[in-house]
């Protein structure tokens, strides 16, 4: 069987991503390409950081600290938290992650925010919407935002650096284009790019419809991977 290597799958994304942002009438380096690592080894994510990737995503806190003392050598990879986080744990991640894409709690940033004075650190952070407002999926709610977004101001040591989201998933890309517009629509009311620069939206079935619609990070996972079973 012949398949991409993981350098070749990484250059065929970014020319997506790159050819997605023109379309847009936006320029290529504005959107952040996040690899998704999680369920893959090491040493794939080796081989994505010696074809150039610098930032990865991972969902789980045990692997993720798995990988990066295994990476360790590797000083300038940047881990993205981007599954659902503890509380507990949240002492751990700071050690390890470059940004906490997750914070769906008040509680959660008051943790963070708390945890990173102690590590005198400053944590970059997005808050994680559910757009899609599903019952099992991690989030605060639309109206809900605000209230977080005040709370992670009031964490001198969390420096709020925009949204994230997953919505439904749907087979069409297309579908998803009204959750993405909606995440746009909410930054403005929120207080605009200046406040919010980052838009993480978008995976490897939906990135280029994110990125007409405002996606400063895409999140892929399977497309740079392969598939997960
Ligand atoms: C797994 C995952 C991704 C990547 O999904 P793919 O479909 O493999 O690209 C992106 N974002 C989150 C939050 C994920 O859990």
Do not use: C
């Not at 509680?107 to 590590?119: I, K």
């Not at 944590?123 to 599903?134: H, W």
């Not at 930054?187 to 996606?215: K, Q, T, W």
């Amino acid at each position: 069987m012949i398949e991409a290597t993981i350098g070749q799958a990484l250059g065929a994304v970014k020319e997506r991503i790159a050819r997605a942002a023109e379309r847009a009438g936006r320029r290529p380096q504005d959107v952040l390409l996040v690899a998704v690592s999680k369920t893959k080894s090491a040493a794939a994510v080796r081989e994505a950081y010696e074809a150039g990737q610098r930032d990865f995503g991972e969902n789980y806190v045990q692997e993720l600290a798995g990988k990066a003392s295994s990476l360790s050598d590797l000083p300038d990879l940047r881990w993205h938290m981007i599954g659902h986080l503890q509380t507990n744990k949240a002492k751990q991640v700071l050690k390890i992650a470059h940004m906490v894409q997750t914070v769906d709690s008040v509680r959660l940033a008051a943790e963070l925010g708390a945890r990173a004075q102690q590590a005198g650190k400053r944590l970059p952070v997005l808050l994680e919407v559910n757009v899609g407002a599903e019952e099992q999926k991690s989030g605060v709610s639309l109206h809900q935002a605000r209230d977080l977004m005040e709370a992670v101001g009031q964490q001198e040591a969390l420096e709020l650096r925009g949204l994230m989201t997953v919505p439904p998933f749907e087979l069409d890309a297309e579908q998803t284009a009204p959750y993405f517009r909606r995440m746009a629509e909410l930054r403005e009311e929120l207080g605009g790019a200046l406040l919010l620069p980052e838009l993480s939206m978008g995976m490897s079935h939906d990135f280029e419809v994110a990125i007409e619609h405002g996606a400063t990070m895409v999140r892929v996972g399977t497309l740079v991977f392969g598939s997960r079973t």
